[in-house]
């Protein structure tokens, strides 16, 4: 595992699901996690849950699709810990309620997906870039999807919001590579969590038979699973690697969507 012994880290989205896993993967290996979500007591068991980690994670209540609270972020890891090393822009919603063609989606809807999950990775990265960049360089990680290559029925914002990360995480490694400062992106294919659970009414049962199905490998994945590639990414391992994709999906997109 590689060593953040020291290093501070942001997970946004960090309560539940793939972020909670990235907090505590983090922690695990030393690093200083400030963990920023809506759901306060999902915060405060991902704190609980990492007590016993070499690395500290504090929780912070942030809706980052806000100027401010993403300001207020920075300058709280800034104060804790003296700077910020890894940005993780992980906060995705997808609402049972927005599965609808584009004609009948409310414009406040679709202003609502955009600013969560696509404009946070742009604000997030506003206010940490210079700080990275002072500190001589740093590494920005961003979740996006599959549904940012492929598509289906019913998600216009979603699959907006997932294909303009990944474009987003090209030109931003572009802006800052001379600051030492590395973007990537991360595509999950299916994975346990509740954002995918809520889909099939929150039978985690039904969503692994089914969603097991759709990959190759047989099976969904598991939030770990990705934050071990994070982990990786942001690690010097992955020195070299700046404004590219890594899809963690059990082949998905290796099958394509018309493959049976």
Request: hydrophobic letters at 45%.
């Amino acid at each position: 595992m590689a060593d953040f012994t020291g290093k501070a880290v942001i997970v946004t989205g960090g309560g539940k699901g793939i972020g909670r896993a990235v907090c505590l993967a983090f922690a695990n290996a030393g690093a200083n996690v400030l963990c920023a979500d809506v759901d306060d007591p999902a915060g405060q068991e991902v704190v609980e849950a990492g007590a016993s980690a070499p690395g500290k994670i504090v929780y912070q209540h942030a809706d980052v699709a806000t100027s401010a609270a993403c300001k207020g972020l920075v300058e709280q890891a800034v104060e804790l810990w003296g700077s910020v090393d890894v940005l993780i822009n992980n906060v995705g919603i997808q609402p049972l309620n927005s599965y609808l063609p584009a004609h009948e989606l409310p414009e406040e809807m679709w202003d609502r997906i955009i600013d969560v999950n696509l404009k946070s990775g742009f604000l997030m990265t506003k206010y940490a870039a210079p700080v990275m960049a002072e500190r001589g360089g740093g590494v920005i990680i961003n979740t996006a999807s599959v549904q940012g290559l492929q598509s289906a029925k019913g998600i216009a914002p979603y699959a907006a919001s997932k294909g303009g990360m990944l474009s987003l995480t090209r030109q931003l490694a572009l802006e800052y590579a001379a600051d030492n400062i590395r973007v990537l992106a991360v595509n999950p294919g299916t994975i346990e969590t509740p954002l995918a659970a809520a889909s099939t009414g929150n039978d985690y049962a039904k969503l692994r038979q089914e969603g097991g199905k759709a990959h190759p490998i047989g099976r969904i994945g598991k939030p770990e699973e990705i934050a071990s590639v994070m982990l990786f990414l942001a690690s010097d391992g992955a020195s070299f690697m700046t404004g590219e994709f890594v899809n963690v999906d059990g082949g998905l997109m290796a099958k394509g969507a018309w493959a049976e």
